[in-house]
């Protein structure tokens, strides 16, 4: 009988976003992507996550295609949930969070060489090493690959993230010519204590002391928020949103009756 509660508390305790838990099983060990369907409340949640966070205005809104879940093992998940524990803790009598260690969802664009998401069958990670899409599900974020494509580091070498989605769509590439959607990430982040700037910092290695993370106000150097975290251990994928035109609609039967009245007769 003890044996059978300590593994129900084990299993309790599972990562929503791993493997082994029970909800994600039916896909595959291989499969790092868990297709979620429309009434699903996360599917809604990160769609409307995805349309508030969307606010360039010369850029038209986008329709979601899909979202999926990303899907990791323990040995890519405990890190994270350890550093998150760690910063909560240290954190929780001086500035209580609303989440575990400031836990906050945030988009990440990147290159994608492959047509993984583009549809709910499509969830196999490619081998291509530029795609970094795949990269990034397959071990995670890596501060070392901080300007690899991007040279410029407003707030120095970090993990770039943004609550704007339409700031992360700057930065979505496709270098598969079939690719006929775009894709965005949207990752769990341990903000922490993060300490807030307006100016450039472009030598930043690490937050300031007493900091876990850098917040870029817009106002003067920026136009729009992000957030850098400059720990591996501080970012895991949680979900990818696949978006693009919405699809062309049939022409109602009235306007086809109406087309078919004014098509002139054969003599």
Known sequence: MED????????LSID?????NPKNKAGGKWNRLKSLRRSDADFARIEQLFQKGWRHQEKSKRWVSH???VLSSDDILRPYLEYRTQVHSASAARAPFQTPGNEQLLFH???????????EDSVRLCGLPDCFLCCIIRKSFDVRKCGSKHKFRRFGTGIYSTGCSSKADDYVANKNEKARFRVVLVNRVVVGKAFKRK???VNLTRAPTGHHSVHGEPGVDLNYEETVVYDNDAIRPAYIVVYGDPPARPPSKVKALFSLFKTPLAS
């Open 4 to 11: 059978y509660v300590t593994d129900f508390n084990a299993a």
């Open 16 to 20: 929503e976003f791993s493997f082994d």
């Open 67 to 69: 979202i999926f879940k």
């Open 109 to 119: 664009g990147t290159t994608r060489c492959c047509l993984l998401a583009e549809n």
């Open 199 to 201: 100016h450039n910092a």
